[in-house]
């Protein structure tokens, strides 16, 4: 079908007949009908689920029961169970029963029993908070590290007395005679005639985006803080380098910037340089000693952008721990704790004391040119740690390694549920962990394929420490295929041989720890679960850099399980949904779950002010949230209550939830389309082979430009399920590209080299550089070799500037082409496109298919309202406007097609966003369901004019506009407006309002910081020429915060939560006086602040005391606009 191009001048008031149909819903790809009635009633796989949360493992059995029926009414599908410590400097929250005791038991028990009746499913996190354990983990099983010291023997002589032990942590476990608990030698060295390295290194990745221009540094030396102990530290002087990269952490990638000296005092020190762009930059500290300790300390680095923006600061500038991150250093570990002292303190903000500063542990590390002339002492050291060896002559260095546990703990338990974090890189840990947990519930609830009970769930990865496992260096040699032993001296920040082949260790390390992160640990559990009948659920993949360094190949991890999970929070850098995504296409996993909104702002938003959030994450891939969090309140009459210390907090302890619904049904809408068949790009990115690998958030490559949509792959996919059919690379499920695309590296593991090749022979066109050589040491250098000369048969002439292209079997290899001139010269131009008359208009997207039909979510990415033609990759099909506010459906009134593109008149909202879905023509339409809101989003107005309206619910092709009628104008509702309040919150039962005002603008200060639903009532009078049968009357709001539900004669008429903020009111008007009420609420923010701000009685009960950064005091936080703003106007518009 055609339509005609439209004009886009706006239509106030326009209306929108919306059509539904109800039916029978398939999980994935439903027939037309079921597609349009799951999109009307979304089923429970698309519904939000909520992280419920057991704060200190308190719950009571009623409010538990409440709390579901709660989640029941309002849309959430499902809850996860999360037994949390409570961040609660007053104490005012009482400690619950242990974690997986009798009474926790019964409490899940009846948790699990309560969702069953209710239809709800339920999923359990796998530890009282996260990383896994409990007080039940013995230390065999717990998270363990590799520790190591050296002492220096001249020779020739006997040695024969105990080594040394290396200094562990002090939260390691110990017997009574401090001995620690678990300890296994894992090799004792000695190296002859050591060389040392000039200094110590660090290497910090800048903050996102990442690439900055620089143009100077700031030191510190440290005071310490305790200077009979320490000695005074700021008094040593030091020299140092400072280089930067703009690529990669490569020795060869970096050139210095600065060679200087600290001078020996504690204030700031500055050394500037000319402007330089940087992604890495390292410091060396090369001399400094404080001849005390023989140690080198320094308080803070700063690197500092153009701006005068400190770019290596490990902290945001708002609170959040989502900047630079530490890379590498020489020298990580401190000699009192895990935190004193160590590397990560150099760029943490803090700038004295042994939390706030870094020290070396010795000297800086050794320089073994020759690994062959290390010997290897460990079978001469017996069981007491006790050396027998006869010294050669010459100086030696004997470094020993230990491989004892971390003690690191879980991160927030309930005060009864501590105990240690498992040894992830372990199977034997994950099972005894997994095993303990599912023999317990098993007990408590019987088979759990009879009950709600569907998923066990696994936090995100967050332990710094756990760097080893008791048989690493039997899995490394299966794994890597040699000896590891004589490279060991490189964990200890040492180069061997020189640093090209430490960097290849450090690969095969790095390679190494995450695969068995994977399989010891991911896929372990999730075979448990699955042996259960339960899925495991887990953020795999995150949260990543800079939060914290996952050691992991992040798609792999996410691949081992069933469901995998990303995050993103509110005004945080932290964002994994692209990486999720990808991950769930590559795997065809189907489902790419979110923990959405985490933040530390409490009770600051409403929906509007989440959905541009929800709307990015949708466009990035997401299609089910989880909301962080919901806090359980064992009380049914404290507000806010006891809540986790972040989150953008959910559930029936809000004050705007009453008025939930819409918002929790608009993303359960967006969800059940965008679980529809399959995810659409046009590009693979393959993003290398390193073990500590992550996706980055969705962006435009500037090679390919606005339009196209792309996905990530990993080793693991290329090389199992990745194939070609038609030219196209494709995978088992379904998903399909038209290239593959290489990092711009000059590394490559050769198996994927060779996978390369099969796939170029096939049909494939391969996008990248040309590799020059292998990774890691596995067959070095022999491979370095087989890599250059595949290569060479794969490049051919092609050199990326002269020759651009070189055939091979049925397929291609390209290097130094855009891959935009690519795809389009094989007839592919953008999926997505627009041309709008706003030159700041911004809109993101992206495309599913599921058999026939084209799925398109198009999202404003700004909060104004946005016009524009839009153009979609399809044609011959018909498209039509799905609306995820309402559920409704509409025809669009114009459209054209032309050359396999159909471009669509488009009006969105502030921050709006619509489906836009596209089915072959001469299907049966579906049936008139209902009056969308005036001025609909997604929806601009034809320009043909009033066009036939169908109301009597027959079947009928199309949908109508309704165009404005030519009878009265819109009338603005003038106050005096009476304001209800609730009883209990010091407020008066009822208050004029001679016009329209925030709340926080009223001179009563019970009105000023009221939280709650307030009541504006006002009498209408209505005449009969306004409610003729050819014309409807629409209440427009004007401006509201948060939300609003408008009666009308006792009568609801909805909640809105968006703008526009209209209802049509026609059916439930009437001749004469009119009842009107409008309920508004908004969050609990002002009443927490008038708490904090005003003597006498306290209205809300929390453990929480900072807003917005955590950092905020209440009383220091600013008011939020509260309340019906307006102008309310009344609008007639003839059908």
Avoid at 56 to 85: P, S
Avoid at 537 to 562: F, N, S
Avoid at 920 to 929: I, K, L, N
Wanted: with cysteine; proline share 7%; charged share 20%.
């Amino acid at each position: 079908m055609r339509g005609h191009l439209m004009n886009t001048n706006r239509l106030v008031g326009m209306l929108i007949l919306g059509l539904v149909l109800l039916g029978s819903l398939p999980s994935r790809g439903a027939e037309p009908a079921a597609l349009a009635a799951g999109f009307h009633e979304p089923p429970l796989a698309a519904r939000p689920s909520v992280y419920w949360a057991w704060i200190n493992g308190l719950t009571d059995r009623d409010q538990r029961t409440r709390e579901l029926e709660e989640f029941k009414a309002k849309g959430i599908g499902g809850v996860y169970i999360f037994d949390v410590g409570a961040q609660d400097p007053q104490k005012i929250v009482p400690a619950g029963p242990a974690f997986m005791g009798p009474e926790s038991l019964q409490a899940i028990g009846h948790t699990v029993r309560e969702a069953t009746r209710l239809g709800l499913e339920v999923g359990l996190i796998t530890s009282s908070s996260w990383n896994c354990g409990g007080p039940w983990i013995p230390p065999r099983y717990a998270s363990m590290g590799l520790y190591h010291n050296q002492m220096t023997v001249k020779g020739p002589t006997r040695l024969s007395e105990p080594l040394p032990l290396p200094a562990l942590p002090n939260a390691a476990p110990r017997d009574p005679d401090g001995r620690p608990v678990f300890l296994k030698e894992v090799a004792v060295l000695a190296v002859p005639n050591p060389k040392r390295a000039p200094g110590h290194e660090f290497v910090i990745e800048l903050a996102p985006p990442g690439l900055h221009t620089l143009d100077r540094v700031v030191l510190y030396n440290t005071d310490s803080g305790d200077e009979k102990r320490y000695g005074p530290l700021h008094l040593y002087a030091k020299d140092f380098v400072v280089s930067v990269s703009t690529t990669t952490t490569d020795p060869d990638a970096f050139h210095p910037v600065v060679r200087a000296g600290l001078e020996p005092h504690a204030n700031a020190q500055t050394f500037p340089f000319a402007a330089v762009p940087a992604r890495y930059v390292k410091l060396v500290i090369l001399s400094g000693h404080n001849t005390k300790f023989d140690r080198v300390q320094l308080a803070e680095f700063e690197v500092h952008a153009t701006d005068a923006t400190n770019v290596a600061l490990a902290y945001h500038p708002d609170g959040s721990r989502t900047a630079a991150s530490l890379v590498h250093c020489s020298s990580a570990l401190g000699t009192e704790t895990e935190r004193n002292w160590t590397a990560a303190n150099i760029h943490d903000g803090r700038k004295s004391g042994a939390i706030g500063s870094w020290s070396s542990p010795g000297p800086p590390p050794l320089i073994i040119e020759d690994p062959e002339a290390i010997v290897d002492l460990t079978g001469r050291v017996d069981a007491e740690g006790r050396l027998d060896w006869d010294v050669p002559a010459g100086e030696w260095t004997i470094l020993r390694f230990v491989c004892a546990n971390t003690g690191l703990p879980l991160r927030l338990p309930s005060p009864n549920s501590g105990g240690l974090a498992i040894d992830h890189f372990n199977a034997e840990a994950t099972k005894f962990h997994f095993q303990y947990l599912l023999d317990k519930l098993r007990q408590e609830l019987g088979d759990f394929r009879e009950t709600a009970l569907k998923q066990m769930y696994v936090c995100s990865y967050e332990l710094s420490g756990s760097t080893w496992t008791p048989d690493f260096l039997a899995q490394f040699q299966r794994r890597r295929g040699y000896d590891l032993a004589r490279f060991l001296p490189v964990l200890a920040g040492c180069v061997v041989q020189n640093p090209q082949v430490t960097a290849r260790f450090h690969y095969d390390y790095r390679k190494t720890l995450g695969d068995l992160l994977v399989d010891a640990f991911y896929r372990t559990a999730t075979e448990l679960s699955n042996e259960h009948g339960l899925l495991l659920c887990a953020e795999a993949g995150g949260p990543g850099a800079p939060l914290h360094q996952v050691p992991v190949d992040a798609l792999k991890a996410q691949g081992a399980i069933d469901i995998p999970r990303g995050e993103f929070w509110k005004d945080h850098n932290v964002w994994v949904v692209k990486e999720t995504a990808c991950a769930s296409h590559i795997y065809g996993k189907g489902i790419v779950d979110m923990e959405a909104f985490t933040s530390w702002r409490h009770w600051q938003d409403g929906p509007f002010d989440l959905k541009s959030l929800a709307d990015q994450a949708f466009c990035d891939g997401a299609n089910h949230f989880t909301l962080h969090t919901c806090g359980h309140n064992p009380s049914a009459t404290d507000r806010p209550g006891w809540v986790y210390h972040a989150g953008t907090h959910a559930g029936p302890s809000l004050a705007w939830w009453p008025k939930a619904k819409p918002w929790l049904d608009y993303l359960s809408r967006c969800s059940y389309l965008l679980q529809q068949g399959l995810f659409v790009g046009d590009v693979c990115y393959y993003y290398g082979d390193q073990g500590f690998n992550f996706v980055p958030p969705k962006q435009i490559d500037p090679a390919l430009g606005y339009g196209y949509d792309y996905d990530v792959t990993n080793a693991e996919v290329l090389l199992t399920r990745m194939s070609v059919k038609d030219g196209r690379l494709v995978l088992p499920d379904g998903m399909s590209y038209e290239l593959l695309v290489l990092p711009e590296r000059d590394d490559i593991d050769l198996p994927v080299l060779q996978k390369i090749e099969q796939l170029v022979q096939a049909g494939a066109t391969v996008v990248g550089p040309k590799p020059m050589r292998s990774n890691g040491l596995t067959g070095y250098p022999r491979r370095d070799t087989q890599v250059r000369e595949m290569a060479q048969k794969l490049w051919g002439r092609c050199d990326g500037k002269e020759h651009k292209e070189n055939p091979c079997g049925q397929g291609k290899i390209v290097w130094g082409a855009s891959l935009r001139e690519i795809l389009q010269t094989r007839g592919l131009g953008p999926d997505f496109g627009f041309v709008s008359d706003d030159k700041d208009c911004d809109l993101d997207y992206i495309h599913r298919r599921a058999g026939d039909t084209d799925i398109y979510f198009v999202s404003n990415r700004r909060e104004q309202w946005q016009e524009a033609t839009c153009s979609f990759r399809v044609s011959g099909k018909v498209p039509r406007l799905w609306l995820p506010d309402t559920g409704a459906i509409a025809s669009c009134p114009s459209y054209e097609q032309a050359g396999g593109v159909t471009r669509v008149p488009l009006q969105l909202a502030p921050f709006g966003s619509v489906f836009v879905v596209f089915q072959p023509a001469g299907r049966r339409a579906a049936r008139v369901a209902g009056i969308l809101p005036a001025r609909v989003e997604g929806v601009s107005p034809s320009s043909r004019g009033p066009e036939a309206l169908d109301t009597r619910g027959r079947d009928v092709r199309d949908t109508r506009a309704i165009a404005p009628g030519s009878g009265e104008a819109a009338r603005e509702i003038d106050g005096p407006w009476q304001v209800r309040f609730p009883p209990g919150w010091g407020v008066p039962a009822s208050k004029a309002f001679p016009q329209l005002i925030s709340w926080t603008e009223d001179s009563d200060e019970g009105v000023k910081y009221f939280s709650g639903i307030a009541a504006y009532h006002k009498t209408l009078d209505l005449t009969a020429e306004q409610l003729k049968a050819d014309q409807r009357l629409v209440l427009d709001l004007g401006r509201v915060r948060f939300l609003a539900e408008v009666y009308l004669n006792g009568r609801s008429l909805g909640i809105v939560w968006k703008p526009p903020f209209q209802v049509d009111i026609t059916e439930a008007a009437k001749a004469g006086v009119n009842e009107l009420v409008v309920e508004v609420a908004n969050t609990w923010s002002n009443r927490l602040v008038g708490d904090a701000r005003t003597e006498g009685r306290d209205f809300c009960r929390t453990n929480i005391i900072r807003s917005l950064t955590w950092t905020v005091p209440w009383k220091d936080t600013p008011l939020l606009e509260s309340g019906l703003l307006g102008p309310v106007r009344l609008i007639s518009v003839r059908e």
